[in-house]
């Protein structure tokens, strides 16, 4: 089974500054998907990115980039610009491409608490 | 307004009572999901509609009883529940394939007393 890990439960970063989140999982699949979420204090979640294991390109979106390191297992999530709205939980989350029951589900880590300093 | 939306968005409910909570999708998506979200855990995958039909149950107690009578809405109907089952339940949906995001909708937060 796979597994998502987040091992920093809360970070926090000045505005204006970059931090990087981190995240790890285990899987014996060649292919499958990566997913940022975010959850702001609405309790909405929100895809931030996504990064797909047969790429080797970085995702990125505007200020938020990854480190997708395949052979290491590695997935973390870097905000450039830090800015007050982007304070949150932020969780990562794979989803697997494989046949079978699981395909298409998302696992999440246990997140990670951002805050952003003004 | 995301697309997904669930109601109640607080529930107060005693151990003996039955409840239910609602999911709808604005999104014309075939999948929707059902998570359980408790403080310091990942969130937990409960149940999985395909087009109307349960495709996955992780070994959720009966006590949850889930129901998808069309592809746009969702319940999960809850009876005799325990404290420990307080938590935020987050409904999702979803397009088929893989590379699809899913959305969320704002949860439930829900107080078992």
Known sequence: A?????SQPEMSVQEAETVTLSCTYDTSESDYYLFWYKQPPSRQMILVIRQEAYKQQNATENRFSVNFQKAAKSFSLKISDSQLGDAAMYFCAYRSVEEGGSQGNLIFGKGTKLSVKP | ETGVTQTPRH??????NKKSLKCEQHLGHNAMYWYKQSAKKPLELMFVYNFKEQTENNSVP????????????????LHTLQPEDSALYLCASSQDGVNTEAFFGQGTRLTVV
Not at chain 2, 62 to 77: A, D, Q, T, V, W
């Open chain 2, 11 to 16: 529930l107060v409910m005693g151990m003996t």
């Open chain 2, 62 to 77: 009966s006590r949850f009883s889930p129901e998808c009578p069309n592809s746009s809405h969702l319940f999960l109907h």
């Open chain 1, 2 to 6: 796979q597994t998502v890990t987040q």
